[in-house]
């Protein structure tokens, strides 16, 4: 088991900056890709970036590129979610979860967080 806890979400305005962090703990959190998805209200859950075990590959979701950067620090089993110019249209609960490999489809995950909100005013 991997318990997964994210940390960091708030209300910003357009243009602001959050850093999302989801500490884990159980078993190996080294082992893991790491994962970042979000749902918006009355929308689907989806894929925002991920980072292989190692943390030497990422990956993000078109929509997110350029804006966001995800990292890991396996000596902290921690994983990060670093958002910058953040929009209206990023307004959703970001959730984190661990998988066995690089996946961007939640049925991949074995492991999820609570979740975080993060709301942006215009």
């Known amino acids: 088991q991997v318990q997964l806890v994210e940390s960091g979400g708030g209300l910003v305005q357009a243009g602001g900056s959050l850093r999302l962090s989801c500490a884990a703990s159980g078993r190996s959190f080294s082992g893991y890709t790491m994962g970042w998805f979000r749902q918006a209200p009355g929308r689907e859950r989806e894929f925002v970036a991920c980072i292989t075990a190692s943390g030497l590959y990422t990956y993000y979701a078109n929509s997110v590129k350029g804006r966001f950067t995800i990292s890991r620090d396996n000596a902290k089993n921690t994983v990060y979610l670093q958002i910058d110019s953040l929009k209206p249209e990023d307004t959703a609960v970001y959730y984190c979860?661990?998988?066995?490999?690089?996946?961007?489809?939640?049925?991949?995950?074995?492991?999820w967080g609570q979740g975080t909100q993060v709301t942006v005013s215009s």
């Open positions: 979860a661990a998988a066995p490999s690089s996946s961007s489809v939640s049925k991949d995950y074995n492991y």
